[in-house]
């Protein structure tokens, strides 16, 4: 089996990269806030849990941006990701990349979708590198993107296919004291019902295991699965997914000496006590997920791709596009990414975890 190449203690030396997205949307301020956050409260590098960072994006554009929302934030134009970290007590550092046409606040231009796209490939080449300890992606407007070639769903199959992954990635939202797992994600409810599987709980399950244990220092991490139906199908009252589906995907995560046990009501599955008892839910469809997460901590959650072969964390909201330019945006996402992601890439480096998530015995 073959270590990860990341597990070398680069971690800790290399900065995280942080990508444009859309530059009509509140990812540029948000930015600009967390980097001025990381200073005014008066932590340097030795404890601020999220820096240093750096932005690959228009230095000019963020520059005006800062400047109409009255924000104190010099903005210091790097010429590689190495230097970040001696830049990133005094300016937020910005690896160049030229937007072609002006920025409208709220109003995504199609001119500048390569440059969007552009961002998220010089990230990612850094990390892959080791140059970059991790990805923190900003929100990206898909419809924008579209028209110059995009062809894929979201970032998350975008970052797949340019780290090569062989294996389809899984997304993870985590806020202190809860992560979910969504086995099904962005899909119809009735199609995500319909498309549920044992062989997609399981490949969930296994992703998660290991995620857990090379990136988050989890020794032994225990998984709850959830049911589908109310009570857990009630012994196929309500129900027989549980029997058929879901319970055969336990068994065979178990047989794997992975630590899951279910299906588990939902509805008892995320109150204090019982989130004592996990590190992960692996939960059936969106909403079951994505309900508890957002009303335990609505502003700081993490949107985390798992099975990928370089860390990447994502603040959990979009481009809000209405709010944009206004300077109203709150950045504690952007920064629970920024610190998650850190978090991770060192945990990573430090825990010499085989690559592949078949490797949990």
């Known amino acids: 089996m073959t270590p990860d190449r990341r ?5 800790d030396a290399a900065p995280t990269a942080l990508t444009m997205g859309e530059p009509a949307g509140i990812g540029g301020e948000i930015a600009l806030m967390a980097w001025r956050a990381a200073q005014t ?27 109409s929302l009255g924000l104190e934030v010099p903005v210091a134009p790097i010429s590689q990701a190495s230097e970040a970290a001696a830049v990133f007590d005094r ?17 995504p231009n199609p001119s500048n979708a390569r440059a969007v796209i552009e961002s998220i490939e010089r990230a990612v080449a850094l990390a892959t ?9 900003n929100p990206i407007h898909k419809k924008a993107l579209y028209g110059a070639g995009f062809p894929h769903p979201g970032h998350t199959e975008f970052l797949a296919a340019l780290v090569g992954s062989d294996q389809a990635p899984v997304m993870m939202l985590a806020c202190p004291g809860l992560r979910v797992v ?11 019902l319909a498309g549920l599987s044992s062989d997609a709980i399981v490949h969930a399950g296994q992703v998660t295991a290991h995620a857990l244990r090379r990136d988050f220092g989890v020794a032994a991490p225990r998984l709850a699965v959830a049911g589908l139906n109310p009570h857990a ?24 000496r992975i630590q899951a046990f279910g299906p588990e009501p939902a509805d008892t599955l995320f109150h204090a006590n019982a989130r004592a008892r996990y ?42 596009l209405s709010i944009a330019g206004q300077g109203v945006a709150n950045p504690a996402s ?12 060192r945990a990573r480096a430090a825990a010499r975890v085989p690559t592949s998530p078949k490797a949990l015995a």
């Open 7 to 11: 597990g070398d203690g680069r971690a």
């Open 279 to 320: 590190d992960a839910v692996l939960c059936m469809y969106h909403d079951q997920a994505l309900i508890p997460l957002k009303t335990i901590d609505f502003e700081r959650g993490v949107n985390i791709t798992l099975g990928l072969s370089i860390v990447r964390t994502s603040p959990d909201h979009g481009t809000a």
């Open 91 to 107: 300016a937020l550092p910005v690896l160049p990349l030229a937007l072609p046409a002006p920025v409208q606040p709220g109003q």
């Open 182 to 192: 969504p086995v099904t994600v962005h899909l119809p409810l009735a199609k995500a």
């Open 129 to 137: 590198a080791g140059e970059a300890a991790a990805v923190v992606t």
């Open 334 to 345: 952007l920064i629970a990414a920024l610190v998650t992601a850190r978090s991770m890439a």
């Open 233 to 256: 199908g009630e012994h196929g009252a309500l129900g027989n997914e549980e029997t058929q589906i879901i319970a055969p995907a336990v068994a065979a995560l178990r047989a794997e």
């Open 41 to 67: 409260d008066g932590r340097g590098e030795s404890n601020d849990r999220s820096g240093p960072f750096f932005l690959v994006d228009d230095p000019q554009r963020l520059t005006n941006l800062a400047g």
